[in-house]
């Protein structure tokens, strides 16, 4: 999905955003909800289908894409197919401005990823790239600022 959102930059002017939004579960989704998935979807690794799925919302137009992810943060690479993949995704695609993570009902940032390579914690970045983790159903909502 591509919306327009309209900012107002540091000297007051409204400006124009397209913004895609684009979601991520892992492939175990379908052990998990089989009953209701079976036969209705095809799932494939989550790196995979960011780096199919990203140059089309780019050619579609969107400016920055916010990624909304259920999908836990490992501090390092995870095999191919795993259910973590928050650290793949900020350093094995191209193109994701931001990502919303969830899964492992933990905070990002946190101490607990200090000092852990291409983790800032005082930047709330991976990679670079604005992360965050909201504990169990958003709860933490500190860590969305």
Known sequence: ?????TFK???GASQTVKVGYIGFVPPQIMTWDKKHLDGQVQVQDIVESANETIPEMKEKGADII???AH???EKTASPKGSENMIFDLATKTKGIDAIVSGHQHGTFPSAEYSGVDKFDVSKGTINGIPVVMSKNWGSYPESLI
């Open 66 to 68: 916010v990624a909304l």
């Open 71 to 73: 999908t836990g943060i």
């Open 1 to 5: 999905m591509i919306q327009d959102k």
């Open 9 to 11: 930059d540091a000297n």
